[in-house]
T-cell receptor
Framework: DAGITQSPRHKVTETGTPVTLRCHQTENHRYMYWYRQDPGHGLRLIHYSYGVKDTDKGEVSDGYSVSRSKTEDFLLTLESATSSQTSVYFC??????????FGPGTRLTVT | RKEVEQDPGPFNVPEGATVAFNCTYSNSASQSFFWYRQDCRKEPKLLMSVYSSGNEDGRFTAQLNRASQYISLLIRDSKLSDSATYLCVVNLSSNSGYALNFGKGTSLLVTP
């Protein structure tokens, strides 16, 4: 299995609080991605990174920001969590092609 | 219109059966195609890439029809362990890194 970890694995937070999810890889892959998965929607891209300090928006980026200060870490921040951001968040990595490998996911509940 | 469409199922089949999943995609410029497998409450895992000439990996065969923008996955001699959700995946636009566009998945249950 690819060396990808996500933390925390589960989190319950209140509306309006900031939340940061972490993705850590040991593969030294250039590309990293954050997706969310919701019933009826499948996986949707939030943000992605193509290198240290190089990031861009995906299709559902509103309300989220990301940072990548090191190759191995990609952080996803919800500045002010809302109930609509209750979801399962997956991080993925790829080397230089479309074959992506996913982390175990973070289940986030916003009450 | 969703870019990647799949029949959600569920498909309930007995052990040993052959089952086929289909998928259509809307972006004719798509270049890369995959099938991922996702077990309940787990992360998606790459099952196989899909090549224009069709490809096989053991009991699994993937086909691509670019003219019809159609992808298929055939599973022969189904095992109980094949029970999962199968995700049809196509590359996103060329200016999104190597991001992927996922179908909602087709659920398969293989029964004894």
């Amino acid at each position: 299995d690819a060396g990808i970890t996500q933390s925390p694995r589960h989190k319950v937070t209140e509306t309006g609080t900031p939340v940061t999810l972490r993705c850590h890889q040991t593969e030294n892959h250039r590309y990293m991605y954050w997706y969310r998965q919701d019933p009826g929607h499948g996986l949707r891209l939030i943000h992605y990174s193509y290198g240290v300090k190089d990031t861009d928006k995906g299709e559902v980026s509103d309300g989220y920001s990301v940072s990548r200060s090191k190759t191995e870490d990609f952080l996803l921040t919800l500045e002010s969590a809302t109930s609509s951001q209750t979801s399962v968040y997956f991080c993925a990595i790829s080397a230089r092609d479309y074959e992506q490998y996913f982390g175990p996911g973070t289940r986030l509940t916003v009450t | 219109r969703k870019e990647v469409e799949q029949d959600p199922g569920p498909f309930n089949v007995p052990e040993g059966a052959t089952v086929a999943f289909n998928c259509t995609y809307s972006n004719s410029a798509s270049q890369s195609f995959f099938w991922y497998r996702q077990d309940c409450r787990k992360e998606p895992k790459l099952l196989m890439s899909v090549y224009s000439s069709g490809n096989e990996d053991g009991r699994f065969t993937a086909q691509l029809n670019r003219a019809s923008q159609y992808i298929s996955l055939l599973i022969r001699d189904s095992k109980l362990s094949d029970s999962a959700t199968y995700l049809c995946v196509v590359n996103l636009s060329s200016n999104s890194g190597y991001a992927l566009n996922f179908g909602k998945g087709t659920s398969l249950l293989v029964t004894p």
